[in-house]
C-alpha cells in the first residue's frame, strides 16, 4: 500500500522538537539534505518556531528552496501542554486563542499560510470533548481565511476519532502520533484513517519501538537490503501507508532517513514486521 494524496506531498517530515539554539541551523541542514517537509508548534516548551522560521529564511536567502517548494506543518496547543511562554492570552476564549496562535506561528515562519494546522491533542486523554469541538470548529475558520490549507489532529485514541466522528465534525485531513510497534504499529488508528482516506504521520517510529530497531530479524533484513535497521523502519512505515517523522540532528542520519525512500521491501519482510511486537 502507497500514500497517494490528492495533493502533493513530502515523502518524509522533517521534526523541529528539543532543538533549542540549534533550530535554525538543523531546519537549514534539513532542507539542504533534501527534507521539503517541516514539523513544528507554537509550543514554546517543546519547540522553537522561531528559529525554524529563521533557518527557513536562511535557505531562502541561499536559494536553496523557495516556500512554494514547502510543506509546513505547525499546531495549536492547549494551555496545559505549554510553559509559561504562551502564543495566546490565556484569559481568552479557546477560538480566540487559536486565532493568536495561528497569527503568531504565520510571523515566526515568515509565510501568509501553512500547510497544515494540527490540534497537538485533545483535552482530555479519554474523549472528544467541547473544547476539542470549539477548537476545531476555530481551526476550520482559519483553514476557510487562507491561513492553512489542511487540519489535523495529533495525540489521538481510535475513540478520540469516533467521538469526533460523532459531533458530525469533518475528518482532519492528518492524523500524528507516536507509534508504538507493540500496538500494532497503532493498528487501530491506522485503519480507521484509512477508511476515512485520512494520512497517517508516525513519530518516534525509532525511539519508541528499540526492542523492534534492535530485533535479530530488521538486522537480516537491514544486511539483505544494504541498508540499516532505521532505513528499515521508516522503509516499512512507508509500506504500511505512514508518512513518517524524524527528528535526528546527525547529517549522516538526514540523508540516510531521505535514502530510505528508495528501498523497497519484500511484501513478506513487511508482513513479518507488522507482526512485531515491541
Ligand atoms: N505531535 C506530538 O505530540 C509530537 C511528539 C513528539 C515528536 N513530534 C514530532 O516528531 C518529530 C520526531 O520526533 P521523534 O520522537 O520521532 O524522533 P526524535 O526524538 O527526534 O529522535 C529521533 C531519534 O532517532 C535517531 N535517528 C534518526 N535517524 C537515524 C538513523 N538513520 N540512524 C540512527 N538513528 C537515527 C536520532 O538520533 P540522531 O539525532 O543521533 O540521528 C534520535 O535519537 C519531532 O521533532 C516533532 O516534530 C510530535
Redesign the pocket.
Known sequence: MSITPAFALPDF?Y?????EDRTPNLTELALRTGFRGI???NQRR??FEDGVGQGLAAAYRAGVVTRADLFLQT?FTYQPGQDHRLPYDPQASLSVQVEQSMASSLVHLGTDHVDSY?L??PASNYDWTEDDAEVWHAMGKERDAGHTRFLGV??VSLDHLLGMAATGAEFPAFV???CYARLGWDRAVRQFCTEHKIIYQG??????NQEVVNHPLIATVATNANA?P??IIFSFARSIAMLP??????AK?ME??LESQNLKLPAEAVKVIESLAG
Not at 203 to 208: M, P, V
Not at 245 to 250: I, R, V, Y
Open positions: 517530515l521534526g523541529t522538537a528539543w532543538k514539523d513544528t508548534a517543546h519547540y499546531k494540527v497537538h491533542g495529533s495525540n500524528q502520533n507516536r513519530f518516534s517510529l525509532l525511539t519508541a540499516t532505521a532505513q517523522l524524524t527528528g535526528t540532528s546527525d542520519h540516510q532517513d
